[in-house]
């Protein structure tokens, strides 16, 4: 993926790529976060983005060299002189890099948007590895759906568009990739249904799907299970060694409006 912008600085998002088709559309959702906010941030054309998916399986030398890291790097560049590049990787470094070069449009979230949305995805993991029929299954699935239901109702109380306000901010950049996986990942390895219930949730997940960002951004549902697979067991694996024999598919709909 790429935006060409000239009279704007180069930001390079280096992520893991998708092991579908080999493209941007990384399964990370650390990855997906930064691409949401980069992609938001060249919408409003304060940068010009460009993508590049890393085979982490066997990283191609060139990155390896110069960057000695795991997915995600961001590579601020605003002269095309590699002697001026500035290079992160720790996503404290990286947030507070973009508000500063890019403040234009302000994506600072509200504290409690981030304090509601902050449990949901660390109770996810826990229910995901929960053998079937193991007595803390249902426990740690009450747990998760309690979460869940605290985001639903925080959208229900504010009456906004997104968890911050009528734009997306880093929060939503931060939480859709989680709710993607939770969706995906749940359904397929646990039967889980997000409640139908959770009215204002599936609105707000319905508007995050109508964004470009998001659109661009989100993973295909076969690299979300490989994502998930090692949390559920080496037996596993719902594509065996061939994925890219895979038709990928995307799950972008809403629950009655198939």
Known sequence: ????????????????????????????PICQRWFMVLYLKSEAKELALTVYPVNMKNPEQEFKKAYNSNPPVV?????????????????????????????VTNMSSLKEAEDVCSNVYIKFHPYLKSPAGDPQE???LRSLLSELKRINDYLEE???????????????????PKLQHIRVAGKYYKNLDIPNELTALWAY???????????????????????????VGANNKPFGKTPTLQQPTMTLTIPGRE
């Not at 997104?162 to 859709?176: P, R």
């Open 158 to 176: 504010t009456g906004t568009a997104f968890l911050s306000g009528n734009e997306m901010t880093f929060v939503d950049c931060d939480i859709m």
């Open 138 to 140: 249902q426990i740690k």
């Open 75 to 103: 590579v601020f560049d605003e002269t095309n002189d590699k002697t001026t590049q500035v290079v992160l990787t720790d996503n404290r470094d990286i947030d507070a890099e973009i508000s500063k070069r890019f403040p």
């Open 1 to 28: 993926m790429e935006t060409i912008q000239s009279h704007v600085p180069s930001v390079a998002l280096f992520v893991t790529r998708s092991e579908i088709d080999f493209s941007h559309r990384s399964p990370s």
């Open 205 to 231: 997940m319905e508007r995050c799907y109508q964004t470009k960002a998001f659109q661009e951004s989100c993973p295909f549902d076969q690299d979300i299970l490989m994502h998930n697979e090692g949390k």
